[in-house]
């Protein structure tokens, strides 16, 4: 399997994407790599983890980046010789079987879109991640890609996210839950509740509206929404889960006796710490594309851009691309 890697993206560029490769390389022999960014940036990073001559590495020099302040029209039309850009090009053209980029959000979607296509019956591709729950990981879709959405989208992101959650989360028959602002049939507006028809006469294993305190009690394995509502609930958990850590942290340095509480509390608060993390949640799926495309949060660390990676390496693994085609062909 070859992946490749805009090395330029993100909050940190080279200095994470290339170490998080070196992590891949050590701990699996079956898959390489073929990097796309400016070599003298990359370089010193590249012998730093002992790269440079690397048989499984192929580094493809670029003197574009696509910056996260730039528009995806513009990504699009001028910075075509861009990492990010060659990077997805390399799908379309069979040299790779997947690109994980930490770039601009909008212009990864919008290239990809472009390059790669949409597969037949997807007219929008959508943003899946997954989220921590109480009970269980929750994969949400669509976290920010479209903003307006039909509910015949509706419905092919249910497809989507349904197909994901069984080929890499081994689910056999994965619960949908649709999001709205009660379970109640009578709430919603009429885009939801025209997709709760078409989702309830389908076969997916439909189980109803759920709520935004749900995402995170993993009471269904797919939520579906749109990206507005999608992205909106996204980061009002990454800011709770903050505030939560702020607030142990800020309670356990208070005085001598709280310090010594928080020796005996350790264990726990290590192991709260690592279900929440979002370092082990990292890697956002492109779904609905004639390819494999995986974003990774823009300030990953070494640790997070791997689990991005790995989140690729899996999809490819179990065709995803190809399964949902056919999902939704049928």
């Known amino acids: 399997m070859k992946i490749a890697i805009d090395a330029m993206g993100g909050d940190y560029g080279p200095l994470i994407t290339i170490q998080a490769v070196s992590r891949v390389l050590d701990s699996n022999k079956f898959i390489d790599f073929e990097l796309f960014g400016n070599f003298e940036k990359a370089k010193p990073f590249m012998k730093k983890f002992q790269l440079i001559s690397s048989s499984r590495i192929n580094f493809i020099h670029t003197e574009e980046v696509v910056e996260s302040n730039d528009r995806p029209s513009l990504a699009l039309r001028v910075k075509k010789q861009s990492s990010m850009r060659l990077a997805i090009d390399s799908i379309k053209e069979k040299k790779n079987n997947a690109c994980v980029s930490a770039g601009n959000t909008g212009a990864l979607l919008g290239i990809a879109r472009f390059v790669l ?27 920010g890609a479209n903003i307006d959405c039909s509910a015949q989208d509706l419905r092919s992101f249910a497809i989507m996210g349904s197909v994901l959650s069984k080929s890499t989360g081994g689910i056999l028959r994965p619960t949908v839950g649709l999001l709205n602002i009660g379970e109640e049939e009578v709430k919603g507006n009429d885009i939801i509740k025209a997709t709760a028809d078409l989702l309830a006469a389908g076969d997916l294993n439909y189980c109803g509206f759920v709520e935004g305190d749900d995402i995170f009690k993993g009471t269904v394995d797919v939520i579906v929404c749109d990206g507005f509502v999608g992205n909106v609930a996204l980061k009002a958990g ?38 929440v993390d979002h370092r082990n949640y990292n890697g956002a799926s492109l779904l609905g594309l004639r390819g494999t495309v995986v974003k990774s949060h823009g300030s990953a660390d070494s640790i997070s851009f791997q689990k991005a990676i790995m989140v690729a390496v899996n999809e490819v693994s179990q065709k995803v691309p190809e399964v949902i085609g056919a999902q939704l062909e049928e």
Not at 117 to 128: D, F, H, N, R
Not at 242 to 264: D, H, Q, V
Request: proline residues 5%; aromatic residues 6%.
């Open 117 to 143: 296509k949409t597969l037949p019956g997807v007219s929008k591709p959508a943003i899946c991640g997954v989220l921590p729950g109480i009970n269980k990981v929750t994969r949400v879709l669509d976290l």
């Open 238 to 275: 990454e800011g709770a889960a903050k505030l939560l850590s702020g607030i142990a942290r800020e309670e356990f340095s208070k005085n001598i006796f709280t310090k010594l509480s928080y020796l005996f509390a350790k264990n726990v608060t290590s192991n709260l710490k690592n279900r």
